[in-house]
């Protein structure tokens, strides 16, 4: 995420002073910039923005003025409030981080003096709520689910946010597996569930049990496997004599509770079986 580092205002020379017309004092005007978020949409980083208000009224964060590439995600968010005679200028430093910094952390000594560093907290993410539920896939219940939901302060959308934390996971995690390795796994495991497949299409469709006319049918017209059958379209097998919509419907439900489907591609599967 993004966030402000540090703040050069002008007439202000420490953290600790405060400004003529200006209600607020420095460290309040401080904590009301920390909350004010951004959204990067390219380009170098960091960036510098400046904020320039005179005159009666209420400053807020939509007063910035920000560079290509840089915009202000609250901007009603309230930074501080003028009198007649007040003023307020002042160059902003934004930058990309993760997590949350010191200001130790981001002192730089070649910025001019009376910089003034902020804590900064990079984060987006606001709240994470999370839920684990069974999951049913093909024939198998025994696989669970995860449900992330997300809130962030609109620097980053949820889906940003899900989507870099995994690469960051990913990252770290390559540390430990080579990709020999794990090619090797997911190879295994597609041999077996082809093998699998490749049996279960083999059958004679009198495994699938099928109602009578139904079964009649399919077997006039010369289909005598399971791969037979699931090379069909529904609009082939309702063209075939004595197969009516009812008997579709009852087939579509014996084919899905077996993980299978009318008018599937059985071409990479017969090629896996012919290099064998």
């Known amino acids: 995420g993004a966030a402000i580092t540090a703040v050069r205002i002008d007439g202000v020379l420490h953290e600790f002073s405060t400004i003529p017309g200006v209600l ?63 003023k307020i200028e002042m160059e902003i430093k934004v930058d990309v981080g993760r997590g949350y910094v010191p200001a130790e952390m981001l002192r730089d000594r070649k910025m001019p003096i009376g910089t003034i560093f902020l804590d900064a907290n990079f984060s987006p993410v606001t709240r994470v709520r999370y839920r684990v539920e069974p999951a049913r896939v093909g ?26 934390a995994a690469k960051i996971l990913k990252d770290h995690m390559d540390l430990f597996v080579t990709q020999e390795v794990f ?10 569930e082809i093998e699998k497949l490749r049996k279960m299409l083999a059958q004679p469709v009198d495994e699938l049990e099928l109602p009578t006319r139904a079964f009649k049918a399919i077997k006039a017209n010369g289909i005598n496997t399971v791969g037979d059958l699931v090379k069909y379209t529904p609009d082939k097998l309702l063209k075939l004599k004595n197969f009516g919509r009812k008997s579709l419907n009852e087939l579509i439900k014996i084919l899905e509770a077996r993980g299978l489907h009318l008018g599937m591609d059985l071409s990479k599967i017969k090629e896996k079986g012919a290099k064998k």
């Open 24 to 86: 607020e004092d420095v460290p309040q005007i401080i904590l009301n910039l920390k909350k004010v978020r951004f959204r990067v949409i390219g380009g170098e980083m960091p960036k510098t923005a400046t904020l320039s208000r005179k005159g009666k009224g209420e400053v807020k964060a939509g007063d910035i003025e920000t560079p290509q590439g840089l915009t202000v995600v609250n901007p009603e968010q309230h930074i501080a409030t003028l009198t007649e005679e007040g």
């Open 183 to 192: 090619e090797e796994e997911e190879k295994v495991e597609y041999d077996e």
């Open 139 to 164: 024939q198998r219940t025994d696989f669970d689910k995860l449900i992330l939901e997300v809130w962030t302060d609109g620097s980053v959308f949820p889906e940003e946010a899900v989507n870099i």
